[in-house]
């Protein structure tokens, strides 16, 4: 097949700058208009949304955005989305749910949920992420949006490396959504980033909001922001993934995944079935399990033959395809967050455990959506900053599993005190044990602290402990590059 430059692989052209008209976003309808009208559309796949100085900024302010959940329900209005692999799913076995507005695999037939979550922490297994939001941000402009609206320090990150963060409100703070940020290609400003599909309407908005702002003091007009419409995403996942991927790749000599590490990205092409070189794909090192493993984006037209391709080379002895169930009993053993349960409008990254996220330059330079509220946070009462009044943590719980919305509880000289909430919880299929995660006030926060949990309205005993409940097996080349 003929092989994409390496800048357009992923939608990106070099253009001068021009005007651009102005689009507008409907949910579920796709037209332009006219450029005197504020907002932004959809358009063929990559979807290009612009914003210019010809309105003025549409301000999206928090409580006009209406906080989103990663339920597994479906709408009302629209019938459920499906990815390109859909049809691959029904072919494996693969029970369907409604999930984030998408028929998504739960798990398939030939592993339970259990057997799928030991299976990836084992062996390796092939997760479908295609109901993830794409998107490229290109032109001098993109970083200085970016480093606005996330409390990252974009100019310090290297070309082809990915971290994550958090888009936040501005004044409160609170996370509007969790995302990874790749800087990509030869230019500075070019970036990769993922969002929740959940959260696809309010972020597109918020996005939108923003950019209209920056533009309104007469940024440049190069800028270009993209949604990837219709292109895969898929994740391995597991000890055995670098090999499966290794052998995958169309020309394994141009890199060796070994000495490829936690963070960083690359375009390459991948075998597919025919035996022909694809395309260019975006792999990442990371993922959402705990384990070792790749992201990769792939365009639309060949993301079955490719996802076909590695359960080929993998084979059933080394790589399976896994469902929702798995991932979110794995993402919790790892001790990560899932948008609308354990991150919400409310919540502030220090709040959350995320002060990791917060560069060490923006610490002390601030400028980023929140600060006012985010780095005083960072300092105790004593140390002259607000301190917080609650913590994200991690829980092991006795008897029946805590699930979310389960109170957190202590003994007090008035009775039983209500100090937290569950917002995640599930046996664990590695431990054996019941763990949960949720926000518990300040000063119940350390490990060891012994606390109940209300379950169907029995109190359990509960401990406090640190994240992860499982140990992180990152491929780092360093420490310091991923939260262990």
């Known amino acids: 097949m003929k092989k994409t430059p390496l800048p357009?692989?992923?939608?990106?052209?070099?253009?001068?700058?021009?005007?651009?008209?102005?689009?507008?976003?409907?949910?579920?309808?796709?037209?332009?208009?006219?450029?005197?009208?504020?907002?932004?559309?959809?358009?063929?796949?990559?979807?290009?949304?612009?914003?210019?100085?010809?309105?003025?900024?549409?301000r999206?302010?928090?409580?006009?955005?209406?906080?989103?959940?990663?339920?597994?329900?479906?709408?009302?209005?629209?019938?459920?989305?499906r990815t390109a692999l859909y049809n691959l799913h029904l072919g494996y076995g693969a029970k369907m749910v409604p999930f984030a507005g998408y028929s998504m695999p739960v798990q398939y037939s030939d592993l339970s949920v259990g057997e799928s979550h030991k299976w990836t922490r084992e062996k390796t297994s092939l997760f479908d992420v295609?109901?993830?939001?794409?998107?490229?941000?290109?032109?001098?402009?993109?970083?200085?949006?970016?480093?606005?609206?996330?409390?990252?320090?974009?100019?310090?990150?290297?070309?082809?490396?990915?971290?994550?963060?958090?888009?936040?409100?501005?004044?409160?703070?609170?996370?509007?959504?969790?995302?990874?940020?790749?800087?990509?290609?030869?230019?500075?400003?070019?970036?990769?980033?993922?969002?929740?599909?959940?959260?696809?309407?309010?972020?597109?908005?918020?996005?939108?909001?923003?950019?209209?702002?920056?533009?309104s003091k007469s940024?440049?007009?190069?800028?270009?922001?993209?949604?990837?419409e219709g292109w895969g995403l898929i994740a391995l996942q597991g000890p055995l993934s670098v090999e499966v991927l290794q052998q995958s790749l169309a020309k394994p000599e141009t890199i060796d995944l070994h000495g490829f590490y936690f963070g960083q990205s690359a375009f390459v092409s991948l075998l597919l079935p025919s035996g022909e070189h694809s395309e260019l794909v975006l792999i990442t090192r990371g993922g959402y399990t705990g384990e070792d493993g790749f992201e990769i984006s792939i365009p639309p037209n060949i993301?079955?033959?490719?996802?076909?391709?590695?359960?080929?080379?993998?084979?059933?002895?080394?790589?399976?395809?896994?469902?929702?169930?798995?991932?979110?009993?794995?993402?919790?053993?790892?001790?990560?967050?899932?948008?609308?349960?354990?991150?919400?409008?409310?919540?502030?990254?220090?709040?959350?455990?995320?002060?990791?996220?917060?560069?060490?330059?923006?610490?002390?330079?601030?400028?980023?959506?929140?600060?006012?509220?985010?780095?005083p946070q960072m300092k105790?009462?004593?140390?002259?900053?607000?301190?917080?009044?609650?913590?994200?943590?991690?829980?092991?719980?006795?008897?029946?599993?805590?699930?979310?919305?389960s109170e957190i509880v202590v003994d007090s000289s008035e009775g039983q005190q209500v100090i937290g909430r569950i917002t995640s919880g599930c046996p664990s299929p590695t431990l054996g044990k019941n763990i949960a995660m949720g926000y518990i006030k300040e000063g119940y926060h350390k490990a060891g602290t012994e606390v109940g949990v209300i379950v169907r309205g029995k109190r359990r005993k509960a401990e406090v402990t640190k994240m992860p409940f499982v140990t992180s097996k990152y491929w780092k080349q360093a420490a310091g590059t991923a939260p262990a």
């Open 130 to 215: 295609g109901h993830m939001v794409q998107h490229t941000m290109a032109g001098p402009p993109s970083t200085i949006l970016l480093e606005m609206i996330t409390p990252t320090s974009l100019h310090g990150l290297e070309i082809n490396r990915s971290t994550l963060s958090c888009l936040l409100h501005p004044k409160t703070g609170g996370i509007v959504d969790d995302t990874v940020i790749t800087r990509i290609g030869k230019s500075p400003d070019k970036y990769y980033i993922v969002t929740n599909a959940a959260c696809r309407q309010k972020d597109l908005a918020y996005i939108s909001s923003q950019i209209s702002e920056l533009q």
């Open 380 to 405: 105790t009462l004593k140390n002259g900053g607000t301190g917080v009044t609650r913590r994200r943590v991690g829980l092991m719980v006795e008897g029946a599993p805590a699930r979310e919305g």
């Open 60 to 81: 999206l302010l928090p409580q006009e955005i209406q906080a989103c959940r990663h339920a597994s329900t479906s709408s009302d209005v629209a019938p459920l989305k």
């Open 219 to 228: 940024l440049d007009d190069s800028f270009d922001w993209q949604v990837l």
């Open 8 to 58: 357009d692989a992923i939608g990106l052209v070099r253009r001068r700058p021009r005007p651009v008209a102005r689009w507008i976003y409907k949910p579920h309808e796709v037209r332009s208009i006219n450029p005197k009208s504020a907002g932004y559309a959809t358009r063929a796949s990559p979807t290009r949304l612009r914003a210019s100085k010809l309105a003025s900024p549409s």
């Open 303 to 375: 993301t079955v033959p490719i996802t076909q391709s590695l359960l080929r080379v993998g084979g059933p002895a080394r790589l399976r395809l896994a469902g929702l169930g798995a991932r979110d009993s794995l993402r919790l053993e790892a001790g990560m967050c899932l948008y609308g349960h354990d991150l919400d409008d409310t919540t502030t990254p220090v709040e959350a455990g995320l002060r990791w996220i917060i560069s060490e330059y923006r610490r002390e330079a601030g400028g980023f959506h929140g600060d006012n509220v985010i780095l």
